[in-house]
Nanobody, 115 residues
Framework: QVQLVESGGGLVQPGGSLRLSCAASGSGFSISRMGWYRQAPGKQREWVAT???????YYTGSVKGRFTISRDNAKNTVSLQMNSLKPEDTAVYYC?????????WGQGTQVTVSS
């Protein structure tokens, strides 16, 4: 069993920054990919960014150049540095992980961008 625990959400003004973190715990598994999804009110959950164990990263178009995903393989953690935040970035952000024992999700952390 793998558990993902997110932290770092909150309220920020437009143009501000936030850093989300996610830690995977458990034993007997390896992680191939870690990433972030988000779900805004009344909308479907959407993919935001992914980082693979070899370091390759991918971003959805709306966050390219503003968000940076990174991971620490030794600690099984993934972070999402979010800069130049916009009101449309407001959503619950979920950590996601593809592991040798299945796919797992965190409980979500709220990010609100508002003046």
């Amino acid at each position: 069993q793998v558990q993902l625990v997110e932290s770092g959400g909150g309220l920020v003004q437009p143009g501000g920054s936030l850093r989300l973190s996610c830690a995977a715990s458990g034993s007997g598994f390896s992680i191939s990919r870690m990433g972030w999804y988000r779900q805004a009110p009344g909308k479907q959950r959407e993919w935001v960014a992914t980082v693979f164990d070899v370091g390759t990263t991918y971003y959805t178009g709306s966050v390219k150049g503003r968000f940076t995903i990174s991971r620490d393989n030794a600690k099984n953690t993934v972070s999402l540095q979010m800069n130049s935040l916009k009101p449309e970035d407001t959503a619950v952000y979920y950590c996601n992980s593809g592991t040798s024992v299945g796919e797992y999700w965190g409980q979500g952390t709220q990010v609100t961008v508002s003046s």
